[in-house]
């Protein structure tokens, strides 16, 4: 049920965001005058989903031809696509100062009667039902698309009382404490990865010299090979959409949706024997797939090994190990060098990001000579992925736990005195971020 359509139980009822809040001005004469250094947020400083504080950059009042005006204290919103879309907003609570400057393509609000929790509005404006209104409200031209004021002023909006208010907005603000740390779990995680595939794939884990190649140091003993020499590299496609036999059956078929961590247990789509028959080929476990068309290649190399037998299609390569080098070695050896790949690109005819076939199997990766340095390599990086696995899953268990009590304590459904958060490992004082 769509958050506009929840029966509010007694004590809450329907108001408007303009009824509580206003769209901030710059006040008559300026806000200029009397300062040296103004904080200002521009779009790319402004966070999304979730995290209130914008970072700000200090300039000097003859450096800021324009912006939108705000106070300390105001929810700025994203108004332009996909800024919108995408959740960047922001609650200035601790700006520098008392006023600052955004970029134009923000809305502030600030409260105009006393008694709201801004922290509560912020976490409304987040609700999927609340965001696809507004966006069904944009105006200009595709692309370039804009939320109106009156957009966000005129959303129903639930009226608990203040105290409510502010036991809402804790319950809120500690899930969002316990995503922000599985984040930033996550960030440290990457980063422990990426020093520790530097480490282990320039230096090895035998202590030997290095040496240097052409691609790049590596361990002396150790020999670069190419993919073709190490794989057999096989093209997939894609059984007729139209011929419901062919997707009825339970054979994974990947694609460059699924590719989105180090290993591929399942996909989305399923074929069957006559759809593998019919336009794709089955793979064995161990074998490595990587994207080589499509969109996926412009923010990352979408690379995976494979848990079990699957189908694939058109856009992917099948790397099929045919020497003691395995899939899971391969698999991590080419993301430390995707760099160096993703410099292949090229657009196709129609403009798709393609990634050549000679590139792909010309490709070179380091390979130890000693067969337990793989495996170790290999044990190490796999350690480091489960925890990075469990640490996503934690947070999206965490964001579906947010959606859920934002819907339900907004519209009175539940109470927070109903609730149980004490395995939460985040604490919270009451209104400290009001």
């Known amino acids: 049920m769509s958050v506009f359509e929840a029966v509010l139980p007694a004590g809450i009822t329907w ?3 303009g009824d509580l809040y206003t769209v901030t001005r710059k006040p008559r004469g300026g806000a200029l005058a009397n300062s040296e250094s103004i904080p200002f947020a521009p779009m790319d400083l402004i966070p999304q989903g979730g995290a209130f504080e914008p970072k700000y950059q200090m300039r000097r009042r003859d450096e800021i031809t324009s912006g939108t005006y705000f106070e300390k204290g105001d929810v700025l919103v994203a108004k332009i696509t996909p800024s919108f879309e995408n959740g960047k907003q922001a609650l200035a609570r601790n700006l520098p100062g008392d006023f600052g400057y955004a970029t134009t393509e923000v809305i502030p609000l ?113 020999a670069n090979r190419s993919l073709l020499q190490l794989c057999d590299i096989r093209s997939g496609g894609t059984p007729r959409k139209s011929v419901a036999e062919h997707w009825a059956g339970e054979i994974p078929w990947a ?132 925890k990075i696995d469990l640490h996503k899953r934690k947070r999206a268990v965490l964001e579906k736990l947010f959606n859920a009590l934002l819907h339900k304590l907004m519209t009175g459904e539940i109470r927070v005195a109903d609730l149980d958060l004490s395995a939460l490992d985040t604490q919270v004082t009451a209104g400290a971020a009001a």
């Open 15 to 17: 108001a408007r965001v």
């Open 110 to 222: 600030r409260s105009r009667v006393d008694g709201q929790d801004r922290r509560l509005l912020f976490y409304y404006l987040l609700h999927p039902d609340v965001r696809s209104a507004v966006a069904e409200r944009m105006e200009g031209s595709t692309g370039r698309q804009r939320v109106p004021e009156n957009a966000l002023l005129e959303l129903p909006y639930p009226l608990l009382d203040s105290a409510e208010q502010l036991v809402v907005a804790d319950v809120l603000f500690l899930v969002q404490q316990a995503i922000e740390g599985a984040h930033t779990s996550l960030e440290k995680l990457d980063a422990l990865k990426r020093s520790t595939m530097r480490n282990v794939f320039t230096n090895g884990l035998r202590g030997e010299s290095q040496k240097e190649t052409d691609i790049g140091l590596t361990p002396e003993s150790w």
């Open 255 to 386: 694609s460059g949706k699924d590719l989105k961590a180090p290993t591929l247990h399942d996909t989305i789509d399923h074929v069957s024997q006559a759809g593998v028959k019919a336009g794709s080929r089955i793979v064995p476990a161990g074998a490595v797939l990587l994207l080589v068309r499509g969109m996926g290649l412009a923010k990352d190399l979408p690379v995976c090994v494979i848990s079990r037998p699957m189908a694939f299609n058109q856009d992917l390569k099948a790397l099929v190990p045919t020497t003691e080098i395995t899939g899971a070695y391969i698999r991590s050896a080419i993301y430390f060098r995707k760099a160096a790949l993703l410099s292949r690109i090229v657009p196709s005819a129609h403009g798709t990001m393609t990634l050549n076939l000679d590139d792909v199997e010309n490709f070179s990766i380091p390979c130890p000579v000693n067969m337990d340095e793989q495996h170790e390599i290999v044990e190490i990086l796999d350690a480091i992925d489960r």
